[in-house]
């Protein structure tokens, strides 16, 4: 087996790039919802200039759908906490490591938000795919495979409502710079991942396993597909987020990703308001 390629080294040019990639995969996401008809989701998106991004996804309670990411101007703090108040949204804001100013975490506190959680940001550089473990096979979705890929990702992410799910969501195939993939565990739909390019930055995002299939490598082999496919597509630069400490953590970084930062989650406390 060959030596892991090793990841860049840090800087804040590659803490920037990860950031857009993750907000504009976010932002693409919430649009698949915004164009149905009607915008039933409630998508609401704002540009803040030097590539932050204010979300609201207003009837779905998710903190990932409902944040700020990439805020670099501490004025804007108070425009934006009554925009998610004004439509009864807990809103949160990303802060960043080498990345948020002190001015924007000072605001914050002053409008009553703190941190409620952490996410490990990682990163590598693109490598070919090892052979995958037994019976595990790694394959882009296409229009005919796609019905399995959404019944799939339901089951790993525990989605109960899942016709409505898949009608809000089969405009991921055709939605421009994603790539879905379908792992199976000897033939039967096992894993599901998205790769979307940002430039040439590919972020890994998105991966679930059947919970009846997982332990089989089903997760590995979409990350190793993913990384490899990411070389492909001219990037130099392969990242993804995890809970920290969780197994997909872990996973990549068997893969051979480092871990970036741990990003911080921040959220107004309700008690009081200013």
């Known amino acids: 087996m060959s030596a892991p390629i090793l990841p860049p080294?840090?800087?804040?040019d590659i803490v920037r790039r990860v950031h857009?990639?993750?907000s504009r995969y976010t932002a693409s996401r919430l649009g698949v919802l915004a164009r149905l008809p009607n915008n039933p989701v409630g998508i609401e998106i704002r540009d803040l200039e030097d590539g932050g991004l204010a979300m609201q996804a207003r009837f779905i309670p998710n903190m990932?759908?409902?944040r700020v990411a990439g805020l670099t101007d501490a004025s804007k703090v108070g425009v934006l906490t009554a925009w998610y108040r004004d439509r009864g949204i807990t809103g949160h804001f990303d802060v960043v490591p080498g990345f948020t100013p002190e001015a924007v975490i000072a605001e914050l506190w002053a409008y009553n938000f703190s941190h409620v959680s952490f996410h490990a940001t990682l990163f590598a550089r693109p490598a070919s795919a090892p052979p995958s473990a037994p019976g595990?096979?790694?394959e882009l979705v296409d229009a005919t495979t796609l019905e399995e890929f959404l019944d799939c990702h339901c089951r790993g992410w525990e989605i109960p409502n899942l016709e409505g799910f898949k009608a809000n969501t089969r405009g991921w195939l055709t939605e421009p710079g994603w790539r879905l993939y379908l792992a199976r565990y000897y033939d039967r739909p096992a894993g599901t991942a998205i790769l979307f390019q940002d430039g040439n930055t590919a972020y890994c995002a998105d991966s679930?396993?059947?919970p009846e299939l997982r332990g089989h490598g089903v997760h590995a082999a979409l990350l190793a597909r993913r990384l490899e496919d990411a070389g492909a597509l001219g990037c130099d630069l392969v990242c993804a987020m995890a809970a920290y400490l969780s197994?997909?953590?872990r996973n990549m970084i068997r893969a051979g990703f480092s871990l970036l930062h741990t990003k911080s989650v921040w959220a107004e406390r309700?008690?009081?308001r200013r």
């Open 247 to 249: 197994t997909s953590h």
């Open 20 to 22: 857009l990639a993750e």
């Open 9 to 12: 080294i840090p800087n804040a």
């Open 208 to 210: 679930a396993c059947d």
């Open 64 to 66: 990932h759908f409902n």
């Open 270 to 272: 309700a008690e009081v």
């Open 136 to 138: 595990v096979t790694v």
